[in-house]
């Protein structure tokens, strides 16, 4: 279940699936599994689901990287380090292992 009252709450008997999840065998809403790895998991087990997670990481390395360089390079080389930098950088980082869980988490979905 995604949250109470989404749309894998419903779970009727024509819509669940005759498998459940790989990990934690709950009962799997049609539209509501998520293909990794070969195996089906509810969103709360692909959400953690190791290789989804690394390679979301190694985006976010990536990607993080070449933003902050790119937004705070400045900043950066002059040798100054403001308080705002705090929360900005971090943040640039979790923007995309976000956008990259998602995406893979909503091409693994069925």
Do not use: E
């Not at 949250?3 to 809403?29: D, H, I, K, Q, W």
């Not at 998520?34 to 976010?60: E, F, I, K, Q, V």
């Not at 950066?76 to 943040?91: H, N, R, S, V």
């Amino acid at each position: 279940m995604l949250f109470a009252g989404g749309p894998c709450s419903r779970t009727s008997v024509s819509t669940v699936s005759s498998r459940g999840c790989a990990s934690c065998s709950r009962s799997l809403a049609l539209g509501c599994a998520y293909d990794l790895g070969g195996a089906r998991y509810c969103l709360r087990c692909a959400a953690r689901h190791r290789p989804l997670l690394r390679r979301s990481a190694r985006t976010a390395l990536v990607v993080g990287t070449i933003l902050v360089a790119i937004n705070q390079g400045t900043v950066l080389a002059a040798g100054d380090f403001p308080a705002a930098l705090l929360w900005k950088i971090p943040l640039t980082y979790l923007v995309p292992f976000c956008v990259a869980s998602w995406g893979a988490l909503g091409a693994a979905r069925r």
